[in-house]
């Protein structure tokens, strides 16, 4: 059982490049949400979705765009990367409302 | 605006003893309270949760209290072990969004 998958773990772009980040998980969740994190600003939510096909924009959604296709996928595409960009995401996922996520690895991204 | 507010960056406790961190909200329509832990390099992972309908909930070590009126939270961990140490963010939600919004974290040493 993998859980919450997160690729790559690691990631350097160019300002105004494109990119996706990848998660994934294995455990029928239908919750599922994208959070950054930055020093001093704790954990922010990006994106979420309740289930298959349905997203919703969270605290800090621009620059960014989301899809949730399949149950089990949820990437997130930073359109034009820029600086601010830099941070490192967090996926999670959980089965219900009242559940606790369960977050992946997380990926460190820098946009220089 | 933030909405969960952790004030104390840090805490510093002797193991053995009980360390307390404390957690305020601003939206008095979350009604679903949760308690992460992070290790550095992982993701956070799920401790402990209350319900608006209640005001303390136990689990081993870990206990939350909820003040309503207040609009204010706390977790309190006896006895503090070394292995405690770690960042710990409160969160929140309301059943009618399904956003869990965190706070900032706490950083606890737990010092032998």
């Known amino acids: 059982n993998a859980g919450v998958t997160q690729t790559p773990k690691f990631q350097v772009l160019k300002t105004g490049q494109s990119m996706t980040l990848q998660c994934a998980q294995d455990m029928n969740h239908e919750y599922m949400s994208w959070y950054r994190q930055d020093p001093g600003m704790g954990l922010r939510l990006i994106h979420y979705?309740?289930?298959?096909?349905?997203?919703d924009q969270g605290e800090v959604p621009n620059g960014y765009n989301v899809s949730r296709s399949t149950t089990e996928d949820f990437p997130l595409r930073l359109l034009s990367a820029a600086p601010s960009q830099t941070s490192v995401y967090f996926c999670a996922s959980k089965l219900g409302s009242i559940d606790g996520y369960t977050f992946g690895s997380g990926t460190r991204l820098t946009v220089v | 605006d933030q909405q969960v507010k952790q004030n104390s960056p840090s805490l510093s406790v002797q193991e053995g003893r009980i360390s307390i961190l404390n957690c305020d909200y601003t939206?008095?329509?979350?009604?679903?309270f949760l308690w992460y832990k992070k290790y550095p390099a992982e993701g956070p992972t799920f401790l402990i949760s209350i319900s608006s309908i209640k005001d303390k909930n136990e689990d081993g070590r870990f206990t939350v209290f909820l003040n309503k009126s207040a609009k204010h939270l706390s977790l309190h961990i006896v006895p503090s072990q070394p292995g405690d140490s770690a960042v710990y963010f409160c969160?929140?939600?309301?059943?009618?969004?399904?956003?869990?919004?965190f706070g900032t974290g706490t950083r606890l040493q737990v010092f032998p």
């Open positions: 969160a929140a939600s309301a059943t009618n969004t399904d956003k869990l919004i």
């Open positions: 939206n008095s329509m979350f009604d679903y």
């Open positions: 979705s309740v289930g298959a096909g349905i997203t």
